[in-house]
């Protein structure tokens, strides 16, 4: 009896959260009577008639299939309609504000079985799978779907049981709503009840509250923002500018942002050397003989032959959640013909604690159609250009950028809270750092009441571990594990490569921290993290 009255509230509650949604929520019905105004009816429209508040949908002979489209776009909103499948094999679904995103509804041409309630995405399949979907359907009787979409995050229902919670990699900010069609497939298959609630804003604010870590994908923007308890930390961004996905901005758990601007955004006394030092990256100076490091923009047109660029391709996974957030994407390392050398999956693993961020950076490189080389070459691995208050003092005359952001020659340094200073495991300091092989490193400042320290752990399992230190006092801060002849003065020298088909690992952890560490706890962390 018991069990019984468990089994009854759970189901109670199921009910009552979707319905309690909607409650909140104004519905507006998009189909009324025999009126379609609402939609954008395609041309020459042989496949959808409203007959009495009903849509009904047919295959045509040829099955060459539809979308019929709402002509209002979407952000946030709540979806829902009543389905009834007919005749045929129905293939169909609600798109999302584009193709890339589909809630099926039938059979699935692919899987050659019922998916209704799965998300499709396109090149990825059904990455979030509908539950209990053989106990909630009735195959030939009328369904209710409703849809929650808040940016990339969707819930569905289906006859008032949740049966997907899904975070999508992939999504627009805004779009209108489709009903599908599949082409070469003979259906039918009827809508009523059709409507749609717009949902505020601040749906998503609420759900960045309920995951501690959330991140949230742009694809208008190219990028991928991070927050960590509603405060935003960095994006993952893939713009066709910069010759690499790096990520950018930086920012303490107090609000100090700690990357560079320049090149991507105007400022004020900062730096203009280097254009290709953008945020956080990941690359090498010598790839079969392209240079990936030193790309940029800025490289003229008669040059760019020598120069090899990274590829955003794909998300493959966004996790948000309390403990941690994950991305998960695809690169392609190519040369200036267009030839893919290298293929690079890469896991992005953001977590927080005690006003310390944490990046853990994950990254595959896989060799594709020949031997790849790295040829021994000091502009590597992985490096961050951090702002003016995180380098060293320096006398020397250098070019920074003026009150109107423009480029000016200083001949008198003003080294006014320029007050950074490195620190490596074997308690080296300050320029001295460069060249020298360690576990970690710790690039210490303070902006204006804040202690700030930029941490980047090796790892054990690292090719060429201990990693030498790129470590300039100007504000490049980067680990090189494999250009070893330039930091040994020619005693070691590696020449790594990888033959065709064959891939090897980086493991890199990056903290911001408000606060400072003394050896121990770094020593610790880097310990821990080489066990994983």
């Given at each position: 009896?018991?069990?019984?009255?468990?089994?009854?509230?759970?189901?109670?509650i199921?009910i009552f959260?979707?319905?309690?949604?909607?409650k909140s929520t104004?519905?507006?019905?998009?189909?009324?009577?025999?009126?379609?105004s609402?939609w954008n009816?395609?041309?020459n429209?042989?496949w959808?008639?409203?007959?009495n508040?009903?849509?009904?949908v047919?295959?045509d002979?040829?099955?060459?299939?539809?979308?019929?489209w709402?002509k209002k776009?979407y952000?946030?909103?709540v979806f829902?309609?009543?389905?009834?499948m007919g005749?045929?094999t129905?293939?169909?679904g609600?798109?999302l504000?584009?193709?890339?995103?589909?809630?099926q509804i039938?059979?699935s041409g692919?899987l050659k079985?019922d998916m209704?309630?799965s998300?499709?995405i396109p090149?990825k399949?059904?990455?979030?799978k509908?539950?209990?979907?053989?106990q909630i359907l009735?195959?030939k009787?009328?369904?209710?779907?409703?849809i929650?979409?808040v940016?990339?995050?969707y819930?569905?229902w289906?006859n008032?049981?949740?049966v997907l919670n899904?975070?999508?990699a992939?999504?627009l900010s805004?779009?209108?709503?489709g009903?599908?069609?599949h082409?070469?497939?003979?259906m039918?298959?009827s809508f009523?009840?059709?409507?749609?609630?717009?949902?505020p804003l601040?749906?998503m604010?609420?759900?960045?509250k309920?995951?501690?870590?959330?991140l949230?994908p742009?694809?208008d923007e190219?990028k991928?923002?991070?927050f960590?308890?509603?405060?935003f930390?960095t994006?993952?961004?893939?713009?066709?500018?910069?010759?690499?996905?790096?990520l950018y901005?930086?920012i303490?758990?107090?609000?100090t942002k700690?990357?560079?601007?320049?090149?991507?955004?105007?400022s004020?006394?900062?730096?203009v050397?280097?254009?290709?030092h953008?945020?956080l990256?990941f690359n090498?100076?010598?790839?079969?003989?392209?240079?990936?490091w030193n790309?940029?923009?800025?490289i003229?047109e008669?040059?760019?032959?020598?120069?090899?660029t990274?590829?955003h391709?794909l998300v493959n996974g966004?996790?948000s959640g309390?403990?941690?957030g994950?991305?998960e994407v695809t690169m392609?390392w190519?040369?200036?013909?267009?030839q893919?050398?290298?293929?690079?999956n890469?896991t992005?693993?953001?977590?927080a604690?005690?006003?310390s961020y944490s990046?853990e950076r994950?990254?595959?490189?896989?060799a594709?159609?020949?031997?790849?080389?790295?040829?021994?070459?000091?502009?590597?691995?992985?490096?961050i250009r951090?702002?003016?208050a995180?380098?060293h003092p320096?006398?020397?005359?250098e070019?920074?950028?003026?009150?109107?952001g423009?480029?000016t020659?200083v001949?008198?340094m003003n080294?006014e809270?320029?007050n950074?200073?490195?620190i490596?495991a074997e308690?080296i300091e300050?320029?001295?750092?460069w060249?020298k092989?360690?576990?970690w490193v710790?690039?210490r400042s303070?902006?204006?009441?804040?202690?700030i320290?930029l941490?980047i752990l090796d790892h054990?399992?690292?090719?060429?571990y201990?990693?030498?230190w790129?470590?300039?006092?100007y504000?490049?801060?980067?680990a090189n594990?494999?250009?070893?002849k330039?930091?040994?003065?020619?005693?070691?020298e590696?020449?790594f490569?990888?033959?065709k088909g064959?891939?090897?690992v980086f493991k890199?952890?990056?903290?911001?921290?408000s606060?400072t560490f003394?050896?121990?706890?770094?020593?610790?962390k880097?310990?821990t993290f080489s066990?994983?």
């Amino acid at each position: 009896m018991i069990i019984k009255k468990i089994i009854l509230l759970s189901f109670g509650i199921l009910i009552f959260n979707a319905c309690a949604i909607h409650k909140s929520t104004k519905m507006e019905a998009i189909l009324i009577g025999n009126d379609l105004s609402n939609w954008n009816v395609p041309e020459n429209n042989i496949w959808w008639t409203l007959d009495n508040g009903i849509l009904n949908v047919k295959s045509d002979p040829t099955k060459t299939g539809s979308t019929l489209w709402t002509k209002k776009e979407y952000q946030n909103f709540v979806f829902e309609t009543d389905f009834l499948m007919g005749d045929g094999t129905v293939d169909s679904g609600v798109f999302l504000r584009s193709e890339r995103q589909q809630i099926q509804i039938g059979i699935s041409g692919s899987l050659k079985k019922d998916m209704t309630g799965s998300i499709y995405i396109p090149q990825k399949a059904y990455p979030g799978k509908a539950e209990n979907m053989d106990q909630i359907l009735k195959p030939k009787e009328w369904n209710t779907m409703k849809i929650k979409a808040v940016g990339n995050l969707y819930t569905v229902w289906v006859n008032d049981q949740e049966v997907l919670n899904y975070e999508s990699a992939e999504s627009l900010s805004t779009g209108p709503i489709g009903l599908q069609l599949h082409p070469n497939t003979e259906m039918e298959i009827s809508f009523k009840n059709i409507k749609v609630g717009e949902l505020p804003l601040t749906s998503m604010k609420r759900k960045m509250k309920e995951n501690r870590i959330q991140l949230i994908p742009n694809e208008d923007e190219k990028k991928v923002d991070v927050f960590v308890e509603g405060k935003f930390f960095t994006s993952y961004i893939y713009p066709n500018t910069i010759k690499k996905p790096v990520l950018y901005p930086l920012i303490t758990p107090d609000g100090t942002k700690i990357t560079r601007n320049y090149p991507l955004e105007p400022s004020i006394g900062e730096r203009v050397d280097h254009p290709h030092h953008v945020g956080l990256w990941f690359n090498y100076g010598d790839v079969n003989g392209l240079d990936f490091w030193n790309n940029s923009d800025a490289i003229p047109e008669e040059k760019r032959a020598g120069y090899g660029t990274i590829v955003h391709r794909l998300v493959n996974g966004i996790h948000s959640g309390e403990n941690e957030g994950r991305l998960e994407v695809t690169m392609d390392w190519v040369s200036p013909i267009g030839q893919v050398l290298l293929k690079e999956n890469t896991t992005f693993v953001f977590k927080a604690q005690d006003k310390s961020y944490s990046i853990e950076r994950i990254t595959k490189l896989t060799a594709q159609n020949e031997t790849v080389y790295f040829n021994d070459n000091k502009e590597g691995m992985i490096g961050i250009r951090v702002i003016r208050a995180l380098e060293h003092p320096s006398t020397q005359p250098e070019i920074f950028t003026d009150a109107n952001g423009n480029p000016t020659e200083v001949k008198i340094m003003n080294n006014e809270g320029v007050n950074g200073n490195y620190i490596n495991a074997e308690g080296i300091e300050g320029k001295d750092c460069w060249g020298k092989r360690s576990n970690w490193v710790n690039l210490r400042s303070k902006v204006g009441k804040e202690d700030i320290s930029l941490v980047i752990l090796d790892h054990k399992s690292n090719v060429g571990y201990p990693t030498y230190w790129h470590a300039r006092d100007y504000g490049l801060f980067a680990a090189n594990p494999l250009g070893q002849k330039v930091f040994s003065g020619g005693k070691n020298e590696l020449n790594f490569n990888l033959e065709k088909g064959e891939s090897v690992v980086f493991k890199h952890e990056i903290i911001v921290a408000s606060k400072t560490f003394n050896k121990a706890e770094l020593d610790t962390k880097f310990e821990t993290f080489s066990m994983n």
